[in-house]
């Protein structure tokens, strides 16, 4: 009866206990859960299988470290996907910390085994160009000219000594752009002017409160594919058949939005029994 | 070797700060004291390269004066030596004002910081009223003349007016007044809730992100 | 006088904002855009006054050996840490470039701190909603209630507990409804308000009938 | 149809890979609207851009008739002469009638042309607009409805205040935040604790953080009269100055200037983070027996309210940033929400002037629910009969409190 009173104040690090074991311990799991993979994601992933080997995939990184953990496992499996298809990828970044987490991405990417013996070069099959201030004004300087928007990548050297970047004037140039967005400017604005404007074929991973202002986009055929917050980088990842940190994030996610959820149910119940016996006395 | 030193400074730091939710701590105090210093001196250097030297010296041209060949021009220059007006010399009143505001430290003239808060004060004054007018007030309520067609457009209007009326001040909220009002008062713990919902799952991947970091970056536990 | 001139300077500032706004005409067009450099200039002349009362709060409390005077300490040193590191030894404009002083300790320091303090948001928000949601009265049930389905619909448990119901009225379709239609309505009132607030208090202080931050009574 | 312009465009090229190879000179670029299908747009006209400082022209022009046969848009072609070369100055998209080209010279004369171009980059040209010249205006007209409405609450902020000068009194609701005050600091007194002030996060240049400073100023005068500790953390600068000046002020108004001291107020660091660290830490540590969150705040305001919640304190927390008021609400006792915030400090003045403004901001509302529900009444009339008069009668109302963006 007094666990009901004593559940009604409970310590506040009671909940802050459950809330972090919730979130540590599926990282240390290896549960094959089942991910049902979504069509949008399906998309995204057969839009990257359907461009032939050296093909160029332009990768806008819209982000900054607080999102990357929806953003950067979504990242990594793209730069992944495409280095294993010999796809070519230009990075580049809207928001000024962007360009940093890409060499992130391709840190934790090339201290796999599988790259140590072929690493991809730099400036043949990948390079990041950086950041540009500008927000959509940048596509839209893109769209006349790249190199006249980045003339130097991120350490400086000119682009027309980069090998990647012969031959490529504008869009037209790009087989593929993936944009990576947890905000402004991010999928709405490279929708809005790549593709409406400049005819891009394009896909988006986006944070899970970023994209259902983009669904729309998806429906009306202008988004080719979608992956949403870390449930789409788990699905993602469960398609390339490489299971990495999205599907041990979504995990932690879901176990720590339960605990929250479970928890007000608590209070609630133990607040109505409280209640029901202070009214009969 | 080097990142292994660097990543165990940030896990301690992550740690201390963390700690804080057991209960306050040394390792927290220790971490709050370094963050304070260096957050106030990060932010001293922010201002003196992204603010102070572009826009005031630079502007001004007093970056050149002091020899810096590689800095255009700047309006003292103009002035001086062509004799040209340019619009950047209004930024020596941004610098009068600053040092005005500096001039605190000297207690006997101490009050002529007052003119300098008095700008900023009257000058947001000013800019706030209308931008806010236009488009908080103006831009709501053009959105919320809507045909009453359809549930979603009712509810939408009882909602927005309903609300307002709980913001009304100079009539007591009695009666159908008052109950118009509580009507207010249950879309705005509606919409409490709903954001307050929306916003968890977010909350949740910062907290991921530390996670990572210590059992992968640095422990290298979680591959 | 001392009274007088800057109330007297905050009306006229004050109107002068108000009215270029209406006229594009030079020079009025200038003001709205220099606002915002000037007062970054002036705010980063006033930041001397924040960081020397920063200081010399902290190194009494040093002299004095007060109480947890060590940390004070510390925060002195990571003030000087980080400011000699980035006015003198990151290479002047490029201090922020990756691989200066300034930056490593920005990141392995700064980061750190910064991104624990946000991330302690994950518990707190746990705890809040322990305390908050509960159906203690009609509008706390409201409350409750707009943010169980909401928090419900947006991860993937919401549509599997509704999954018998038609495509469309699932729960996720639910927590789109309270978003875009109560939940704006809520929203749009409290932003008229805010805006008929402001309007109202900016009246006030041009019209020097608050004076609590221009001075006199 | 399809296969019919297919075949078209197939000999087309074909033509031109001929003509270029025999004649050797032929230009893609002439040859390309030579060859063109589609027809250019027409009637283009080009006028200054009113309402604005100049440097700013508008181009305008009709639809190609092959608007839905896949043109993709129309570049815009400028010239200072109609003799010489034109350049592309901008691009508007498919069904776009008008352009606004904001980088000219007021000084120039200018020409304009308008291209229709399809996804196969055949272009088609316009005729040339008659010249134009851009100049500055000195009264925006697009911004009229702005003024008259905007008069009219002023006007009655003012109507009010001046009414409430000649002594007439006004009937206020009550704010349960602001009578919750003055127990509030009664209660650090008796628990002979201090009181902690955070006036938010952002600095000086938000009307958010000038309505908290005052609010400090009203609560820092009660507080004078007790023995109580203030404290008021800062984390910007200009707000440090200020608070500073503001505290003095009501100490010294309040008769206790002995009592004041320059250590109430001080600054921590700009860092967002970095102060809610140092506050965390003031509420665990001094343990104060009220808190006031006031001004502009974003992330922090729930790691503060829920911290000050867990040592005890009173919160009375007041923002208008939309997205903080949930947390405010769910972890304070009290909160001023929205307006309320700037309400507050005529609220606790008490003075008839500033409670005046008040009754002024309710004839705001108005104006916004009368605009609403009659707006909403005609729309919904003019929906039902199709009448053209409640059509044009909803659009009048429409277009009062619409904003052009030019």
Redesign the interface.
Known sequence: MEFFEKLMSID?RVIFFFVGVALIVPFFLDIGQKIEISPEVQALYDAFMELPPGSKVLMTFDYDPPSAPELQPQAITALRLCFDRNLKVIMIGLWPMGPMQANLALGTIFSEKKYLDKEPVYGVDYVNLGYSPGNELVIQRM?SSIPATFPRDFQGTPVEEIPLMQGIVNFSNIDFVFNLSAGYPGTVEWVQFAV??F?ARMGAANTAVQAPLVYPYVHAGQLTGLSGGMKGAAEFEKLTGFIGKGTKFMLSQSFAHVIVILFIIIGNTAYFVTRGREKRS | MDSFFSHTLAAILTIG?IS?LY??NPL??F??SL??G???G??FVQ?YYANLLPKLFDNLGITRMLGAENVPEGALQKLFLHGEWSEDLLYLIAGILGVM?LL?LVSRIGWI??WP?AF??GS??GL?F?T????N???Q??N??????SFN?LVL?VG??TG??Y???????KGLFGAAARVGVYF?MV???A??GY?VMSRMSLLIGRVDFLFGTWLGLVK | MRRQIPQLLTAIVGFVYIIQ??????PF?LFERMF?DW?LI??AC??????L??LK?SSEKVYKRGK?WPYSLVSICGFFLITIAGLFFSGGRHFQDPGTPFDYVYVNI?TP??AT??A??AF??A???Y???RARSKEATL?LLAGFFVMLGRVPVGDLITSWLPEGYRLSNLTDWIMNVPQTAG?RA?????A??????????I?G??R??T??? | MKTFSYSFIFYCLLGLILLATTDGLAQVESSDSLLSPLLPPSEVIAEDHP???GGAIIVRWKLSPDEDKGI??YEILRSASPTAEFSSVG?A?TGANRYVDANTEDSLTYYYKVVAID?DRNASESEISPPVRSS?????FH?LN??I??GL??GA??YF?AHAKKGKK????KIAGLEAVDEAIGRATEMGRPILFIPGIL?????QT??G??IL??VAKTIAQYETKLNVP?S???V???AM??VK??YI?AGRADAYSD?FV?????????Y???V??IM??EKPATCFYIGAFF?ES??M??TG??IGAIQIAGT?M??Q???F???CDYTL???????A??YL?G?P??LG??????V??II??L???I???L??F???SGSSFFGSL?EL??KL???VAS
């Open positions: 506040r769209g409406d404007r005819h | 700060i804080f209960k306050d927290y105090k971490c709050e963050f304070i260096v957050s106030a990060y932010w201002q505001m605190r910081s007052r808060m900023i004060v947001i004054s706030y209308i806010y007018f236009q488009s007030a103006m831009r309520m053009q919320t003349i809507l045909p009453l067609n457009n209007i927005t007016v307002i009326i913001f009304y001040f100079s009539k007591e909220h705005l919409t409490f809730g954001s307050f916003t | 706004f209406f006229i594009p005409h030079k067009n915002s007062f002036i705010a006033a930041i001397w006054l924040g960081v009362n920063l709060l947890d700064f701190l910064s303090m946000f302690l948001l707190f928000v705890s809040a909603s305390r908050a949601f409350l929203q409290i932003m008229i308000g805010i008929l607030g402001i309007m109202s208090t900016s009246l006030r202080v019209l009938i608050e609590t931050i001075g006199g009574e | 309402g604005d400082a993709t848009g691009f998209a996804a500055p205006q000195w009264f925006n911004l702005l003024l409405i905007g609450i002023c902020v003012i205040i006004f009937f206020l609701r600095d000086m240049d938000d009307v000038i309505a400073i005052t100023g009203r800062t910007r600068s200009i440090m100055s200020t000046e503001t002020e009501a108004s250590d001080h600054y921590v660091t700009d860092e967002q983070f970095g809610v660290a140092a965390d830490g665990v540590r992330a729930l790691i309210a829920e919640n867990s208008a939309p997205a008021l949930p947390f609400v769910a972890a929400i929205g307006e309320e915030l700037f309400a400090s005529a003045s003075e002037k500033q403004s008040l009754k002024g901001q309710d705001g509302k916004a629910m605009a609403i529900v707006g909403a009444l729309e919904t003019f929906a039902i909803a109302v429409h409190f619409s904003i």
